[in-house]
């Protein structure tokens, strides 16, 4: 029992045999089997969800940060239970971690409401895992707190800096278009990833630590540490000791992801030039609070707020740099007018008082001033047309100028195996200034979304020094990727989306100053396809998480989570 009367610890969350006396007796006769004693047993209990796994390397240093968030735990006078989840490693993941981002959301959300914890630590990082855990702190209730593994170190190749991931696709590209053989693509392999971690740009990976931070649900600083730095390890046990705290004063998800804090994160992905699916993430976690995410609102947002980070993809450096910059506050600072400064986070300070209690570094290059940006709007922009009446986007800080307004003929993929099949095909009809068009890879059409909207350039092109084209999908992209390239086309292809509709040879309309995207096909036209075409994805002989799947997703508007998973009543953000 805690002071006030109310259960905790191990009598909290009791196994159902019809006598609760029994329940807690059998429980504590099980549990010191493993060697504890009544008094670690009277404690707080605070959950570690381990999120180790011999396949995900950016998970590699989780066994350290657990111990660290133990010491923790154990100085502010609890005790720490660790409990395993699943692991998701975007490189490890078939068809796409995507795909299982919401089972991975079930299991921890199921696993915090099963078992006995006063708090819950969420360890993660890789791509989809932080999103996961924050939407399932927002539907479990239990007070939350989030610790990420960090970010890797940049390496380095025959003396030029490099990075995952932002430059495995550059030399990737480059060895496609013939210009690095064999040998340097094999050498460089080996450089690209030099320390466990998480990717050193800003990916969605490092896009989600600097968001979970804005969102208030992890400690100020603690976004930027590289995963191999004592400073990380330093905030794992400091992790630790908040945990107990919030346990005690019952702080739950609620009181700190409230509107203010989502519209926050919003801006801050704007300035960050964050990846594409933190918009996705962020509406997925928002909608398990009751809370959508008002697109038209979001862009009006993004036209007002400048890419002030100097990092790859939109910019030159590495989230090593950033954290020697002063971490996610040195840019914080630049757009404070724009924030929400009184929003409480999770150590009892507001978003304000913490921007406030972080020095500032002089003559560091990584964030800019407003008055000279990155690039002078958000780095997300919405798109809107008949070719995607729900909207679109395009990661403007990250894509060519001069194919920002370009109208261009469509060249068109029905499918991944249809694209694999094709695009290096010396004879595919395809130039330069053609628009690339991807469908079926959307949340039921892939299933599951993957990032695979960053189209290859066919080899021909490629092999003529061509860089980007303007590419069109229901799909995503990697944070880490770069191009003039429309995402999450919605409704998706597989939905009766208009993309399904696109053929070889149509005229496709891009104007991202206008935010238009627009198929140049009549509307008589456009009818008399959608009755030849037929787009439903069937699910008579599909069973188990596949067939839920497919039979609950949500479009990338909602956040492609699961219809059950969001409540019926929700409020609009950005208001």
């Not at 550059?170 to 392999?189: C, H, K, M, P, T």
């Not at 999770?346 to 290059?365: A, F």
Request: hydrophobic share 40%.
């Amino acid at each position: 029992m805690s002071r006030d009367g109310s259960k905790q610890g191990m009598s909290t969350r009791l196994t159902s045999y019809g006598d609760e006396g029994f329940s807690l007796f059998l429980r504590k006769a099980f549990i010191k089997g493993m060697g504890y004693s009544d008094d670690a047993l009277s404690r707080p209990i605070i959950g570690i969800a381990n999120t180790y796994s011999g396949y995900n390397a950016c998970h590699g240093n989780v066994p350290g940060l657990i111990e660290s968030v133990k010491r923790g735990v154990m100085l502010a006078g609890g005790l720490p239970i660790e409990f395993p989840t699943i692991s998701l490693h975007e490189s490890f993941s078939h068809p796409t971690s995507m795909y299982l981002r919401n089972l991975m959301a079930m299991d921890t959300e199921e696993m915090i409401r099963a078992q006995p914890m006063d708090a819950v630590v969420l360890i993660g990082g890789c791509d989809k895992t932080v999103p996961a855990q924050l939407m399932a702190a927002a539907s479990a209730g239990t007070p939350a707190i989030q610790l990420v593994t960090g970010p890797m170190l940049a390496g380095s190749h025959r003396g030029t800096r490099v990075g995952a991931c932002t430059d495995c696709r550059r030399y990737w590209s480059s060895y496609r278009g013939q210009e690095i053989d064999d040998q340097e693509i094999a050498e460089v392999n080996d450089k690209l990833v030099p320390t466990v971690g998480t990717c050193s740009v800003m990916g969605t990976a490092s896009t989600m630590a600097c968001l979970a931070e804005t969102l208030g649900m992890m400690l100020p600083g603690s976004a930027t540490a590289p995963a191999v730095f004592a400073d990380r390890l330093r905030f794992a046990e400091q992790t630790g000791t908040e945990a107990v705290r919030i346990a005690l004063e019952k702080v739950t998800p609620e009181t700190i992801m409230t509107p203010a804090a989502f519209e926050n994160a919003l801006r801050v992905l704007l300035a960050l030039g964050g990846s594409t699916n933190g918009l996705i993430h962020l509406t997925a976690i928002a909608g398990r609070m009751g809370i959508d995410i008002d697109l038209a609102a979001f862009d009006r947002m993004s036209r007002e707020t400048p890419v002030l980070v100097d990092l790859k993809p939109s910019g030159e450096h590495y989230m090593e740099d950033l954290h020697h910059a002063g971490g996610l506050a040195a840019m914080l600072r630049e757009i404070r007018p724009l924030l929400h400064t009184d929003a409480i986070t999770i150590n009892k300070r507001t978003l304000g008082e913490n921007i406030d209690s972080v020095p500032v570094i002089l003559n560091q290059k990584v964030v800019r001033p407003r008055e000279n940006p990155v690039f002078a709007q958000g780095g997300i922009a919405v798109l809107k047309g008949n070719l995607a009446p729900n909207g679109a986007i395009i990661k403007q800080s990250a894509a060519s100028a001069q194919l920002m307004k370009h109208t261009g003929r469509a060249v068109v993929f029905t499918s991944m195996e249809d694209l694999v099949n094709r695009i290096d095909d010396p004879d595919l009809d395809v130039h330069r200034d053609d628009v690339l068009v991807l469908q079926n890879i959307g949340p039921k059409g892939a299933p599951g979304m993957p990032e695979a909207g960053l189209i290859p350039i066919p080899r021909k092109l490629a092999s003529q020094g061509v860089k980007d084209m303007v590419r069109i999908s229901d799909g995503r992209m990697s944070g880490t990727a770069s191009g003039t390239i429309v995402l999450h086309v919605s409704p998706e292809a597989a939905n009766n989306g208009p993309l399904a509709l696109v053929r070889d040879g149509d005229l496709i309309e891009l104007d991202v100053e206008n935010r238009v995207i627009a198929l140049k096909v009549s509307d008589h036209e456009l009818d008399k396809r959608r009755q030849e075409t037929s787009c439903e994805t069937p699910t008579e002989n599909v069973l188990g998480y596949r067939k839920m799947f497919l039979e609950q997703i949500l479009q990338a508007e909602e956040g492609c989570d699961f219809r059950f998973s969001r409540p019926a009543q929700t409020s609009k953000v950005p208001r």
